[in-house]
């Protein structure tokens, strides 16, 4: 069963360090991607970059300057930081898994991360 | 404005088939797999639509994805209630080395 679980601070202030880790069921993303993908309230979706199981990373060339997508396959984990945060990046957050294209077939339930003084 | 463009609504009764478009060009959808997602707010969009008509386990075949050219196409069927959603579209784009979405459709099932 393919699990994944975002986790980390609703709130974070302007001009700081956005950090929040998925965590995902026992070899689910061998062979896969782990992928963040963000929805501001009431708007569509954002892709924010893809970290390969193996390592490699793609990022959106908008958040590129600000994105760092790592793994920890001892823990199961992958991680977003997103730096000098301001308000527009105000949104749910969600990590997904991508076994290729856009197919995201896995999604976490999405954590809202404000950024507000 | 997203590169891809849906339109923001559709409605059609119960029972009823609605077609959802997804314009974009040569650079993304012309030479590339498009998907679909279904997101009943609050919860997380659901993977509907992959590599252009394919379906994963678990969806049924009312459900179904076509693509033509720089367009692509969502068709449900037999319409129920419980398919009020917006539903997404997404691709990769070769020209900005970017994974773009369109802005979503609302399908109201009146």
């Known amino acids: 069963q393919v699990h994944l679980q975002e986790s980390g601070p609703g709130l974070v202030r302007p001009s700081e360090t956005l950090s929040l880790t998925c965590t995902f069921s026992?070899?689910?993303?061998?062979?896969?991607?782990g992928t963040w993908i963000r929805q501001p309230p009431g708007k569509g979706l954002e892709w924010i970059g893809f970290?390969?199981?193996?390592?490699?990373?793609t990022y959106n060339p908008s958040l590129k300057s600000r994105v760092t997508i790592s793994i920890d396959r001892s823990r199961n984990q992958f991680s977003l930081k997103l730096t000098s945060v301001t308000a527009a990046d105000t949104a749910v957050y969600y990590c997904?898994?991508?076994?290729?294209?856009?197919?995201?077939?896995?999604w976490g339930q999405g954590l809202l991360v404000s950024v507000s003084p | 404005q997203s590169v891809l463009t849906q339109p923001p609504s559709v409605s059609a009764a119960p029972g009823q088939k609605v077609t959802i478009s997804c314009s974009g060009s040569?650079?993304?959808?012309?030479?590339?797999?498009v998907s679909w997602f279904q997101q009943l707010p609050p919860t997380a969009p659901k993977l509907l639509i992959y590599?252009?008509?394919k379906r994963p386990l678990g969806i049924p075949d009312r459900f179904s994805g076509s693509k033509s050219g720089t367009s692509a196409t969502l068709d449900i069927t037999g319409l129920q209630p419980g398919d009020e959603a917006d539903y997404y579209c997404?691709?990769?784009?070769?020209?900005?080395?970017?994974?773009?979405f369109g802005g979503g459709t609302k399908l109201t099932v009146l």
């Open positions: 970290i390969y199981y193996g390592g490699s990373t």
């Open positions: 026992d070899d689910s993303m061998i062979g896969h991607h």
């Open positions: 040569s650079s993304n959808i012309g030479g590339e797999y």
């Open positions: 590599e252009n008509n």
């Open positions: 997904a898994r991508r076994p290729g294209s856009t197919r995201f077939d896995y």
């Open positions: 997404a691709t990769w784009d070769s020209s900005l080395s970017n994974v773009i």
